[in-house]
C-alpha cells in the first residue's frame, strides 16, 4: 500500500508558474506508475499527466502539453509536475494516483490507480 501527500498549490496569475510534489510513503515506489489528474468545478476529472515506474515513459493531456512536465526521483519517493504558462482554466484541485505496475507503459484512465492523495488546489487569476 501507498500514501499519497500533494503539495505545492496555490494562487498564481495568469503565465505564472507552479510546481506540483507529490510523496509517497510505503516500499518499493519505483514499482508504480504515477498520475497527476484535475477537476474542476462542475466538470469531469481529467488526465493531465502520466509517468512509468522508471520514468521512461510519459502522458500528457492535450490541453497540457508543451506546458506540464512530469517527472519523477524514485530515490526520493516523489512525483512532480512543473507547470508552466498557466492559464485560468487550469484552475482545479490536482490529484496525484498510482498504480503498481508490471511494465513500462504509463495509463490515462483514473479508474486504473488505486491509490490517490487529497488534492492540492490550484488556482490561476486572470
Known amino acids: 500500500q501507498v500514501q499519497l501527500v500533494e503539495s505545492g498549490g496555490g494562487l498564481v496569475q495568469a503565465g505564472g508558474s507552479l510546481r506540483l510534489s507529490c510523496a509517497a510513503s510505503?516500499?518499493?515506489?519505483?514499482?508504480?506508475?504515477m498520475g497527476w489528474f484535475r477537476q474542476a468545478p462542475g466538470k469531469e476529472r481529467e488526465i493531465v499527466a502520466a509517468?512509468?515506474?522508471?520514468?521512461?515513459?510519459?502522458y500528457y493531456g492535450d490541453s497540457v502539453k508543451g506546458r506540464f512536465t512530469i517527472s519523477r526521483d524514485n530515490a526520493k519517493n516523489t512525483v512532480y509536475l512543473q507547470m508552466n504558462s498557466l492559464k485560468p482554466e487550469d484552475t482545479a484541485v490536482y490529484y496525484c494516483?498510482?498504480?503498481?505496475?508490471?511494465?513500462?507503459?504509463?495509463?490515462?484512465?483514473?479508474?486504473?490507480?488505486?491509490?490517490w492523495g487529497q488534492g492540492t488546489q490550484v488556482t490561476v487569476s486572470s
Open positions: 510505503g516500499r518499493m515506489f519505483s514499482n508504480y506508475a
Open positions: 494516483a498510482a498504480r503498481l505496475s508490471g511494465g513500462g507503459g504509463v495509463k490515462v484512465d483514473g479508474i486504473e490507480y488505486r491509490y
Open positions: 509517468i512509468s515506474r522508471s520514468g521512461g515513459s510519459t
